[in-house]
Nanobody, 126 residues
Framework: QVQLVESGGGLVQTGDSLRLSCAASGRSSSYYGMGWFRQAAGMDREFVAASTWSTPNTVYADSVKGRFTISRDNAKKTVYLQMNSLKPEDTAVYYC???????????????????WGQGTQVTVSS
């Protein structure tokens, strides 16, 4: 069992920056990757960014490329999402997720993760 706790959300204005954190804890010692997803009101949960755990491979949704950066601190079992140049369309609940079992699904797929956090709200005002 792995617990994920997100933090760092809030209310900001267009063009501002935020950094989200996701701290993992629990029994699993094998992490294959962690990802960030978001879900706006009335919409499906969508992929934002992901990073493999042991190698510096990252992947981003086209909508956030060049603005968001995912990073991780393996020793702290924490993944970060630095969000710059925020737009109103970035408003959503942001969730982190972790893959602790090997699978072939791409990290962009929700089914590719084993555990999810409770989410943190990000609201960008215009």
């Amino acid at each position: 069992q792995v617990q994920l706790v997100e933090s760092g959300g809030g209310l900001v204005q267009t063009g501002d920056s935020l950094r989200l954190s996701c701290a993992a804890s629990g029994r699993s010692s094998s992490y294959y990757g962690m990802g960030w997803f978001r879900q706006a009101a009335g919409m499906d949960r969508e992929f934002v960014a992901a990073s493999t755990w042991s190698t510096p491979n990252t992947v981003y949704a086209d909508s956030v490329k060049g603005r968001f950066t995912i990073s991780r601190d393996n020793a702290k079992k924490t993944v970060y999402l630095q969000m710059n140049s925020l737009k109103p369309e970035d408003t959503a609940v942001y969730y982190c997720a972790v893959r602790v079992t090997p699978r072939t699904l791409p990290y962009e797929k929700k089914d590719g993760y084993d555990y999810w956090g409770q989410g943190t709200q990000v609201t960008v005002s215009s």
